[in-house]
């Protein structure tokens, strides 16, 4: 389809794309065990879902009053990711529905990715769902000095998505789609629109979305579009 107003759309990855924050909690739950810390479900959907690997073992460090070396922290980090690759080694964890809209909206307009995970995660994922080379840009954990929720991310994959176009875009008309908080405070501070899916926290728990749906199943580029245009017509 051709969108009028809608120019480019920024995905985060994981509860968006992947439904892989189970496996990012049961990981970091391994992973912390180790060193005799205990993360329960509730906390981490309430505390520390939004940052990436980093952000949240500091985070989960100083709310605990665990100081934690550079080695320390790069140490648990390697052990998370070690445990991460081998639950998700050979299973498809793309949401129903997801691989099909990032199809559609790969074939109207630019698409990236902004997202805390680490890069060789989200590249394994979306080489095994047939959708790796759907993407103008990737923004990984790393690429940016600071995680969400600072804008940095979302900042960074739109100024790439302009290079790509070859012509400045609208952030007014470009959305990002998101599954937190975090990632909404991010996206909005970086002057993009906001969409929430419900796949990790109920609607009420995602101010900042203008648009509230269970996920990309349940999202049409229409609905996108109309967006797009509601502060942008003449």
């Given at each position: 389809?051709?969108?009028?107003?809608?120019?480019?759309?920024i995905f985060d990855f994981d509860g968006v794309i992947a439904n892989s924050e189970p496996l990012h909690l049961r990981a970091f739950q391994l992973a912390l065990a180790e060193e005799n810390i205990i993360l329960t479900p509730s906390e981490y959907y309430a505390r520390y879902l939004g940052f990436?690997?980093?952000?949240?073992?500091?985070?989960?460090?100083?709310d605990r009053g665990t100081p934690m070396t550079d080695r320390q922290m790069t140490a648990l980090v390697a052990r998370k990711a070690a445990i991460m690759q081998e639950m998700m080694h050979g299973d498809s964890v793309l949401f129903p529905g997801a691989r099909d809209f990032v199809r559609?909206?790969?074939?109207t307009v630019p698409i990236a990715i902004a997202s805390g995970a680490l890069r060789h995660e989200i590249d394994g994922i979306v080489a095994g769902g047939g959708i790796a080379d759907l993407f103008s840009t990737i923004v990984a954990s790393g690429d940016?000095?600071?995680g969400k929720p600072s804008p940095a991310p979302y900042l960074l994959a739109f100024h790439r998505l302009c290079e790509a176009a070859g012509t400045p875009l609208d952030s007014r008309r470009c959305v990002a789609i998101e599954d937190s908080r975090w990632g909404l405070d991010s996206a909005g501070s970086a002057g993009l629109r906001c969409v929430g899916v419900t796949s990790s926290y109920a609607a009420h728990e995602l101010p900042g979305a203008e648009l509230v749906v269970p996920g990309l199943h349940a999202l049409t580029l229409e609905m996108l579009d109309r967006l797009c245009?509601?502060?942008?017509r003449s």
């Open positions: 389809m051709k969108t009028d107003f809608l120019q480019a759309i990436d690997d980093v952000g949240a073992f500091a985070a989960i460090a100083r559609r909206a790969a074939a940016t000095p600071e245009s509601q502060d942008n």
